[in-house]
T-cell receptor, first 112, second 111 residues
Framework: DAGITQSPRHKVTETGTPVTLRCHQT?????MYWYRQDPGHGLRLIHY???????DKGEVSDGYSVSRSKTEDFLLTLESATSSQTSVYFC???????????FGEGSRLTVL | TQLLEQSPQFLSIQEGENLTVYCNSS?????LQWYRQEPGEGPVLLVT?????EVKKLKRLTFQFGDARKDSSLHITAAQPGDTGLYLC???????????FGKGTTLSVSS
């Protein structure tokens, strides 16, 4: 199994503040993803990356930006957090030829 | 836009009962995956099906991919409390595209 570490695991912040979530992988996988999970909405794709400096938007990308300067790190940034961005955020890497995902343990973000 | 509809949304049963969870779409998928998620953790892959009509078994869990590759089902025989969790189906399109997830089925098995 690939090693994925998400940090921080829990964060409480105030509306309008910037927030960065980090996803670190140890096995050099090319594809990395950021999802958010909310009750009633399931897992929704925010952004994904298919290589260093190569990223693309998902279905709920507004208010989020990402960066991937190294293969092992994929950063998700909320430039100015809003209460609607309170959620659990999951990072995932792609494994296998049919796109199986291996998920991190999640980062719970609360925006007051 | 590809969508995956899962049903039922919630399921509460007694230990020993059988159940089936459905995952339906109007779109064709190149593969269909099932994940299980426990509280406070990320989803974990259970199985991938890629061929229309394919059936895979994982102990008491049976997964089937529809002939047209638009739907899938998960059947659990003699459910146990350890089966409790959120079950998610996810569809894969063309190579390199991101998976589309259903909203999930929350299963509770009581002893």
């Amino acid at each position: 199994d690939a090693g994925i570490t998400q940090s921080p695991r829990h964060k409480v912040t105030e509306t309008g503040t910037p927030v960065t979530l980090r996803c670190h992988q140890t096995e050099n996988h090319r594809y990395m993803y950021w999802y958010r999970q909310d009750p009633g909405h399931g897992l929704r794709l925010i952004h994904y990356s298919y290589g260093v400096k190569d990223t693309d938007k998902g279905e709920v990308s507004d208010g989020y930006s990402v960066s991937r300067s190294k293969t092992e790190d994929f950063l998700l940034t909320l430039e100015s957090a809003t209460s609607s961005q309170t959620s659990v955020y999951f990072c995932a890497i792609r494994q296998g030829h049919t796109g199986e995902l291996f998920f991190g343990e999640g980062s719970r973000l609360t925006v007051l | 836009t590809q969508l995956l509809e899962q049903s039922p949304q919630f399921l509460s049963i007694q230990e020993g009962e059988n159940l089936t969870v459905y995952c339906n779409s109007s779109s064709v998928f190149s593969s269909l995956q099932w994940y299980r998620q426990e509280p406070g953790e990320g989803p974990v892959l259970l199985v991938t099906v890629v061929t229309g009509g394919e059936v895979k078994k994982l102990k008491r869990l049976t997964f089937q991919f529809g002939d047209a590759r638009k739907d899938s089902s998960l059947h659990i025989t003699a459910a146990q409390p350890g089966d409790t969790g959120l079950y998610l189906c996810a569809g894969g399109g063309q190579a390199g595209t991101a998976l589309i997830f259903g909203k999930g089925t929350t299963l509770s098995v009581s002893s």
